[in-house]
């Protein structure tokens, strides 16, 4: 059964960084892309950051140049650092994973069958 669960979410003035960390169990010997999306309440889940099984990282809209995508295969755990950190990113952040999907073929919500709790980041300017 696969289990992700995210941590190192907080609360945080803008400019500063954080680093979501997405640990995973139950992935078994299959490929999968991994992902970061977030919530915003009342608006739709969109992506931020993909990493497939190459660790080629793919960035979403306002992200890029800001956060890292990264992974640790040994230890099943994805990381989003979040750096120079705005207001406008303050949501709930989910790690999602998509399975028999080598080169993350598929970006959106509905293309990803496991997902996180969730951790929360708060920006204040």
């Known amino acids: 059964q696969v289990q992700l669960v995210e941590s190192g979410g907080g609360s945080v003035q803008a400019v500063r960084s954080l680093r979501p960390t997405c640990s995973a169990s139950?992935?078994?010997?299959?490929?999968?892309?991994m992902g970061w999306f977030r919530q915003v309440s009342g608006k739709e889940r969109e992506a931020v950051a993909l990493?497939?099984?190459?660790?080629?990282?793919t960035y979403v809209g306002s992200v890029k140049g800001r956060f890292t995508i990264s992974q640790d295969n040994a230890k099943n755990t994805q990381y989003l650092q979040m750096n120079n950190l705005n207001p406008d990113d303050t949501a709930m952040y989910f790690c999602?994973?998509?399975?028999?999907?080598?080169?993350?073929?598929?970006?959106?919500?509905?293309?990803?069958?496991?997902w996180g709790q969730g951790t929360q980041v708060i920006v204040s300017s």
């Open positions: 139950g992935l078994g010997y299959s490929t999968w892309c």
């Open positions: 990493i497939d099984t190459t660790d080629y990282p």
């Open positions: 999602a994973a998509r399975e028999f999907d080598t080169y993350c073929s598929g970006g959106l919500e509905g293309d990803f069958g496991y």
